[in-house]
């Protein structure tokens, strides 16, 4: 397969997962990086090796080479972004959420109507995990029986104490949503993929325990610990926990739990579907198991080995079995798809992808802000 050559815009922590991602996959070439912070961007490139380096996405589109853009920036610049992204004519991996609000991703949609040609991707890559993909292949081969209920939680600690800070908790940056768009828009599309049905119905109960941070006057990045002194007191206007209630176009009814200040917690993603014959549950922070239950008979671990998998999920495999995959490599499978949905000639709207388009993207965005209104009118809300 021939070369097809990226480049990355935006080198915070997200983006330096995408480096390492496309640096696995043999057909694809990283050939240059950009950031506003131009320093930021040559720092980045000289640790990598990677040729060059911009500090504007004009720059990087102006690249000839460049045949593929990330775009690794935070939520409010993705529309701007993003549009310039297609209009260039090159392909397109955007983060998620694809936008701060639907109204933003629907412009993305409408946009890409005059580029048929364009393949457009959404980074959600729980759905590309190997034992994720060989739940959704045990549902459609009628392993659990009829699916009834799906619930789990998205927990994770990253903003536990009021000294924690960072763009994610401004609504301008990053829109109405916070906790339910940064990790709750991961949860959903996970169920959605494995049960290959949507969401469309909610009951939501969304919570701000932390009213007032203390935003530090440095740059603090993701995940990183906080050792700045000097800070401003800032109201906080987006949730730190949520609950939701939903139902799903095939009858599916379900709860899911996501909160940034549940100490102890990482990143823990947990699915579980409930079907008439028996259940399947899979958990992030051990990727290489799943449970599976019955009524009657022992329940069991899964665990993963490509020489046990259906043919659909050991593609996305390559570890024998008693060697841990996670989430680099659910990460690296999901541009895998992309750059191979790419170097097969494949089409968006006539082929389907294993990656989440766009489309699949600003339904996330509808999901997201039906959630947010039904806990504002402490109701049921369809999506519409």
Not at 17 to 29: K, L, Q, T, Y
Not at 58 to 86: M, R, S, W, Y
Not at 129 to 155: C, F, S, W
Request: hydrophobic content about 35%.
């Amino acid at each position: 397969m021939r070369k097809i050559k990226a480049g990355i815009i935006g080198m915070g922590f997200i983006g330096v997962s995408h480096i390492e991602a496309i640096r696995r996959i043999g057909f694809a070439e990283l050939v240059a990086v950009a950031d506003a912070n131009f320093d930021l961007a040559k720092k980045k490139a000289d640790e990598y090796n990677i040729p060059r380096c911009y500090g504007s996405i004009e720059e990087l589109l102006a690249d000839p080479e460049v045949e593929v853009v990330h775009n690794c920036t935070p939520n409010f610049l993705h529309l701007e972004i993003n549009e310039k992204i297609i209009k260039s004519g090159k392909h397109i991996f955007s983060e998620k959420p694809l936008a701060r609000f639907s109204s933003e991703s629907e412009k993305m949609l409408e946009l890409l109507k005059q580029y048929p040609d364009t393949v457009a991707g959404v980074s959600f890559n729980y759905r590309m995990n190997p034992l994720v993909r060989e739940m959704k292949q045990k549902y459609i081969n009628g392993d659990i029986g009829k699916a009834t209920l799906a619930h789990g939680t998205y927990l994770q600690d990253f903003l536990l104490y009021d000294t924690d800070y960072n763009w994610r908790i401004e609504p301008e940056i990053c829109g109405p949503s916070r906790c339910v768009a940064d990790i709750g828009s991961h949860w959903m599309d996970t169920v959605q993929t494995i049960l290959g049905a949507k969401i469309t119905k909610v009951c939501a109960d969304l919570v701000i325990t932390i009213p007032v941070r203390k935003k530090p006057k440095g740059q603090v990045e993701t995940f990183s610990l906080n050792t700045n002194t000097e800070y401003e007191e800032k109201p906080v206007k987006t949730e730190d926990w949520g609950a939701i209630l939903f139902e799903m176009d095939n009858g599916v009814h379900g709860v899911f739990c996501v909160s940034e200040v549940s100490a102890g917690h990482g990143c823990g993603l947990v699915v579980e579907i409930n079907g008439s014959k028996g259940s399947m549950k899979w958990e992030q922070e051990r990727a290489d198991e799943m449970w599976m239950g019955w009524r009657d008979g022992p329940n069991y671990l899964v665990k993963r080995n490509p020489n046990h998998m259906t043919p659909e999920a050991r593609k996305y495999t390559y570890l024998a079995g008693g060697h841990p995959e996670g989430w680099n490599d659910a990460f690296r499978n999901n541009i895998y798809a992309f750059y191979k949905f790419i170097g097969d000639g494949k089409k968006i709207g006539v082929d389907t992808p294993d990656f989440a388009t766009f489309e699949e993207g600003h339904y996330i965005m509808k999901l997201t802000e039906a959630i947010v209104e039904s806990s504002k009118t402490k109701s049921w809300v369809a999506i519409k």
